[in-house]
T-cell receptor, first 109, second 116 residues
Framework: GQNIDQPTEMTATEGAIVQINCTYQ??????LFWYQQHAGEAPTFLSYNVLDGLEEKGRFSSFLSRSKGYSYLLLKELQMKDSASYLCAVGDSNYQLIWGAGTKLIIKP | ETGVTQTPRHLVMGMTNKKSLKCEQH?????MYWYKQSAKKPLELMFVYSLEERVENNSVPSRFSPECPNSSHLFLHLHTLQPEDSALYLCASSQDLEGSSYNEQFFGPGTRLTVL
């Protein structure tokens, strides 16, 4: 079967760094996406990885290891507005996105 | 504003009602999607349309009926729903179906559906 695993909830402090992990088992691989979803709002695109390595975009970075079926999203210099759910999704052999349940990130002052 | 709009934003209906959800994208995309999002569960892909043709139907009950009259509009017709169908229904669009950073999915704000 196809499966995406990520922690249900994480807590971090404003100004700190947090790493959200995602492991996946899918039929085929056509890239891994991270989305951010604030409560009551639509998911919005954060990053896309298709090759191994680190992609950096401002305070956010995303890492992929295809051999390990593993990715992480790294958030630096955390701000209160970063409190949200972070969704990991993998494109399968049919290019359909398989989604994780999301990680709710709580930022404390 | 993501360029994808959905109406209504909230809907309460009885199990015998018939209602429709509407999605419109203003991005010139070729692919559109319906997702169901329940609390603490992964997004469930329901239907995929590419160039107005349905390409995916993930074993969705027949009480959900999609319609895509053109590449900008997508409807989800609902009838005789069950309380367990209460969820957030999200519409999304992408340039094409193939996965890449240029085919990220843009989501609408969703319709919060409650079935009594």
């Amino acid at each position: 079967g196809q499966n995406i695993d990520q922690p249900t909830e994480m807590t971090a402090t404003e100004g700190a760094i947090v790493q959200i992990n995602c492991t996946y088992q899918t039929s085929g691989f056509n890239g891994l996406f991270w989305y951010q979803q604030h409560a009551g709002e639509a998911p919005t695109f954060l990053s896309y990885n298709v090759l191994d390595g680190l992609e950096e975009k401002g305070r956010f970075s995303s890492f992929l290891s295809r051999s390990k079926g593993y990715s992480y999203l790294l958030l630096k210099e955390l701000q209160m507005k970063d409190s949200a759910s972070y969704l990991c999704a993998v494109g399968d052999s049919n290019y359909q996105l398989i989604w994780g349940a999301g990680t709710k990130l709580i930022i404390k002052p | 504003e993501t360029g994808v709009t959905q109406t209504p934003r909230h809907l309460v209906m009885g199990m015998t009602n018939k209602k429709s959800l509407k999605c419109e994208q203003h991005l010139g995309h070729n692919a559109m999607y319906w997702y169901k999002q329940s609390a603490k569960k992964p997004l469930e892909l329901m239907f995929v349309y590419s160039l107005e043709e349905r390409v995916e139907n993930n074993s969705v009950p027949s009480r959900f009926s999609p319609e895509c009259p053109n590449s900008s509009h997508l409807f989800l017709h609902l009838h005789t729903l069950q309380p367990e169908d209460s969820a957030l229904y999200l519409c999304a669009s992408s340039q094409d179906l193939e996965g890449s950073s240029y085919n990220e999915q843009f989501f609408g704000p969703g319709t919060r559906l409650t079935v009594l």
